[in-house]
């Protein structure tokens, strides 16, 4: 990894702690550039392929936040997004990693897929939401229509 996309990720990981401590997420697992992931999921894919993820970000407040975070949008976590957003295996394993954590039973919560970068969209994500970090560290977040 570049020191240039390392330093930019570690600005966008930054950024997104300080948006989500200030919006009262309890912040379950949010991975720095270069860090080790504590958890991680595994589900079997549409066509029986087992499948394993170490989200960057898992959190938690009125929603359960999965997310993946990049200075760019990036197709491959778009793609890791919604297909651990379509399994039900994937869903129930993040609900009950989560629940352990902060000992609250999340079976029932709303969950929110989220790509997290510092790319202005010229178009919004249509199926996902994006947090955006611009330079001065502000974030904003689209919703999907």
């Not at 020191?3 to 949010?30: C, D, K, M, P, W």
């Not at 793609?79 to 902060?102: E, P, V």
């Not at 709303?110 to 970068?117: E, K, N, Y």
Request: hydrophobic share 40%; proline share 5%.
């Amino acid at each position: 990894m570049s020191a240039e996309r390392f330093s930019g990720e570690t600005r966008i990981a930054n950024a997104i702690r300080t948006y989500l401590r200030a919006n009262g997420y309890e912040i379950v697992q949010l991975v720095c550039p270069g860090g080790q992931a504590t958890y991680s999921v595994s589900w079997l894919d549409a066509d029986g392929t087992r499948k394993t993820c170490y989200p960057d970000l898992l959190c938690v407040r009125d929603e359960l936040v999965v997310g993946e975070f990049k200075t760019r949008r990036s197709a491959s976590d778009r793609r890791k997004l919604l297909n651990m957003r379509s399994s039900a295996t994937a869903r129930a394993a993040i609900a009950g990693l989560c629940s352990r954590a902060i000992g609250r039973d999340l079976r029932a919560i709303r969950f929110v897929f989220a790509l997290i970068h510092g790319e202005p969209p010229t178009v919004p994500d249509p199926e996902l939401d994006e947090f955006i970090v611009n330079a001065a560290g502000t974030v904003t977040r689209h919703r999907p229509r």
